[in-house]
């Protein structure tokens, strides 16, 4: 009954190429959009903001970034948490040393600063693959916390250590800093995410993505049928970069407003994003948004549940929520190893036939 | 799966909506992650004396106090959620117990008019309470413990550190650094000479730096740890016969955690403190008749005296009294948190005040006044007894190098106003 082309006729190639060819899919994209831009924006708090919709953005933007690299251009990476700080600290020093230049330029320069780091450290994939490749991104996860607190140049030679954001604004509104209304940070990530979004599943479902996906599938094939690994693998690695740097620097700017790197940007991270992109199905961008829901919204649903609604102790609650997360991670890795993307895949099948399936 | 969630979520949130009433103060506690171990002695003893005061006096004033407590895991996005959540259900004041939280509640709480006290950690130079209106640091700051060691060790060489070396091993973090500046300072007034080795995150592997020591031979070293830092740190130290008489941890590595798994070889190790140690005190007695023999203990029950029990407790007290300093100045007993900011502001502890709480001798008197935020500065020193495994205060609560620091507070929160277009006043 859903999701059905039946009756859906197409007169132009620009309408048979769009992203949503489904009439049904299309409207709903739509009431999405409409919702995250319209509704969401006069009903949010600061709880909903800082606590759930700014993490998942953010978020669902970095896992944007690692799905390009890693689950379109098959380029395992460990380095996401080392380039976000890189996005995190390029979009501090843009932001005090030009501090009459908007932000968000700061934002997409940091994610371009991002971007050529990534192509640095992402050399080495030309020689070597897999767990090998995995092992010379997690150097440049340490590598880049290591600097970022050892040169002092990075943080303005504060006492601490610490970067905070100061105060900037668009359109005369504060987005960054301390005053920032809730709805005002969580626009700011919105329409980032909304951009990303879009460029990405262009990019991925054009000749780009297809050349990502030739060296994926098998790389000495693709370079026989005519595809040049060297500019395939590293713009993935810009691109995703990019991406990865963009969220970085939100996650400072916007979302935290302080960060200390090792804390902020450690292993941790790169292991967080990895795993939403895993959970959320490699090579998919709903799945990124997926993965990244799952990770964030998960924990503090427990939280609520457990201290808030039962009352329990907190550090039960917190031992619990481990438990239960990493066993819902088991658990739907092991019915559907392609990720909650294919989850979605399947149930839009079903629902094209529901209620008569034969 | 994302709308179910969704929905399930704002269920839960809804249903999670506490009742509205009575002092609501906050515990952003850790009993989980790395640093748990030291995070749930600091709990206990937070939310014990909070427990003492509803059934022994029914609360502050009258007001039933209202605990919050919520999970951190020393992680500054976890605690942001903390800090939203509990924010909207009146929280008078926070405590986050993490420097790398305390920083990033600094700005979001000052503009929501809520008083944070880092008691011992955070910003050291939220003392300047004309930059700084809503943060709090009293009673000492960790310049004022770099400070406080690097005098002690002045008197025990005959008032001279000349041509002496100090080693500081620290926690690679904001918290870590903070007395290096301090100490490059005083290195410089008293001729010592000074070198830095910093530990990452956890700190479970410190071979390194250790063996540096051993090449270098300091005379002294300095630890700024915490966690399993400080396990390490004293284990190490024992492995290459380092004399314990000179090694002094700041007070977040003087707890029994950190001194225990050393046994015998931690005899003599030294840590700054800026309270009592031990359970002799009135108050104690209070606890085991009201808190634990009504089974309402926190956690295990099993850490009442220990050094960060100690400190959970102290801070509670520190709370309480500003709270009832704030009902006696506004006259009201069900306060706000502006009017909380004003009781922390105004808050006097004297000898009288602590001895008729059960607490004599327990801390230093101070005075808290806009201009000063952070009291007086006074620090003391504990020894570790492997034997009778327990701390004892060796030297009087003595008062930071005043000299030193004053300038160094002024030029960190002067450039903080700079930063956030602050001007510095009383009003």
């Known amino acids: 009954m859903f999701y059905r082309e039946a009756g859906d006729f197409k007169t132009s190639y620009q309408d048979d190429n769009q992203t949503f060819p489904i009439k049904f899919d299309r409207y709903r994209y739509y009431l999405v959009l409409f919702v995250a831009f319209a509704v969401i924006p006069f009903m949010i708090n600061d709880y909903w903001a800082n606590a759930i919709f700014l993490p998942f953005l953010i978020y669902a933007i970095a896992a944007i970034g690692l799905n390009i690299l890693v689950g379109y251009c098959g380029q395992v990476s460990l380095g996401s948490g080392g380039f976000m700080a890189v996005g995190a600290y390029a979009v501090y020093k843009l932001m005090t040393s030009f501090p009459e230049v908007n932000i968000l330029i700061h934002v997409v320069l940091a994610g371009g600063i991002t971007a050529i780091v990534g192509v640095l450290f992402g050399l080495p994939s030309l020689r070597i693959k897999g767990f090998y490749l995995a092992v010379a991104t997690l150097a440049a996860q340490f590598f880049l916390v290591w600097l970022f607190n050892r040169v002092p140049w990075f943080y303005n030679y504060s006492a601490s250590g610490q970067i905070s954001a100061p105060e900037r604004t668009v359109f005369g509104i504060p987005v960054t800093g301390a005053n920032t209304d809730s709805w005002a940070s969580y626009m700011v990530c919105l329409v980032f995410v909304t951009i990303c979004a879009i460029i990405a599943r262009n990019l991925t479902r054009g000749s780009m993505g297809r050349r990502w996906m030739a060296i994926r599938d098998m790389d000495i094939a693709a370079e026989i049928i005519g595809v040049n690994p060297l500019t395939a693998k590293l713009s993935a690695f810009a691109v995703s970069s990019f991406f990865i740097g963009i969220a970085g620097a939100l996650f400072f700017s916007v979302y935290l407003g302080a960060v200390e790197v090792g804390e902020a940007f450690g292993i941790n991270k790169s292991f967080l994003v990895l795993f939403m992109i895993i959970i959320g199905g490699l090579g998919s961008i709903f799945g990124s948004f997926a993965g990244a829901a799952f990770l964030v919204l998960l924990p503090v649903f427990l939280k609520n549940v457990l201290v808030g609604t039962l009352g329990w102790p907190t550090d039960l609650a917190a031992h619990l929520e481990f438990m239960i997360v990493g066993g819902l991670i088991i658990v739907f890795l092991i019915a559907e190893p392609h990720g909650l993307a294919q989850l979605w895949r399947v149930t839009k099948e079903k629902l094209r036939l529901w209620p008569f399936p034969y | ?427």
């Open chain 2, 1 to 427: 799966m994302k709308k179910t969630l969704i929905t399930a979520a704002v269920a839960g949130m809804v249903a999670a909506a506490p009742a509205f009433a009575d002092l609501t103060f906050t515990a952003l506690s850790y009993r989980t992650g790395p640093y748990a171990a030291n995070g749930i002695p600091f709990a206990d003893g937070y939310q014990d004396y909070f427990t003492l005061l509803n059934e022994r006096d029914g609360g502050i004033g009258g007001e039933k106090v209202n605990l919050l407590e919520c999970e951190t895991g020393y992680n500054t996005e976890k605690g942001v959620e903390c800090y939203e959540s509990t924010k909207g259900e009146g929280a008078l004041v926070y405590q986050p117990l993490s420097t790398g939280i305390t920083y990033q509640l600094i700005p979001k709480a000052t503009a929501d008019g809520i008083p944070v006290h880092s008691m011992g950690y955070g910003r050291t130079s939220a003392k300047n309470g004309e930059v700084f209106r809503s943060i709090f640091n009293y009673p000492a700051n960790y310049w004022d413990g770099a400070s406080v060691a690097v005098k002690y060790l002045l008197g025990e060489n005959g008032g001279s550190l000349e041509g002496k070396k100090i080693a500081l091993v620290y926690h690679n973090s904001a918290y870590g650094k903070e007395p290096i500046r301090t100490l490059e300072e005083a290195a410089k007034k008293h001729g010592f000479e000074l070198s830095l080795l910093p530990v990452d995150h956890p700190g479970q592997e410190q071979k390194s730096q250790w063996l540096q020591i051993r090449r270098d031979r300091p005379d002294y070293v300095l630890m700024w740890g915490w966690g399993v830092m400080n396990q390490v740190a004293i284990q190490e130290a024992v492995n290459i016969r380092f004399n314990m008489e000179n090694f002094i941890g700041i007070w977040w590595s003087g707890s029994e955690n950190d001194v225990l798994p050393a046994g015998d070889g931690a005899n003599g190790y030294k840590a700054l403190t800026f309270h009592n140690v031990g359970s002799n005190f009135p108050v104690f007695d209070d606890i085991q008749k009201h808190v634990v023999a009504t089974g309402k203990a926190a956690g295990a029950g099993d850490q009442i005296g220990t050094a960060l029990y100690n400190r959970g407790l102290y801070a509670a007290m520190l709370a309480a009294e500003a709270a009832k300093t704030a009902q006696g100045i506004h006259g009201v007993s069900a306060i706000t948190p502006a009017q909380m900011r004003d009781g922390m502001e105004n808050l006097v502890i004297t000898e009288e005040k602590m001895a008729s709480l059960g607490l004599p001798g327990f801390g230093p008197s101070f005075n808290v006044s806009c201009q000063n935020h952070g009291g007086d500065g006074l620090v003391a020193v504990a020894q570790w007894d492997a034997s009778a495994k327990s701390w004892g205060l060796i030297t009087d609560f003595v008062q930071s190098d005043q000299d030193i620091l004053n300038p160094l507070i002024s030029e960190d929160s002067a450039a903080f106003a700079a930063e956030n277009n602050i001007t510095p006043g009383c009003n």
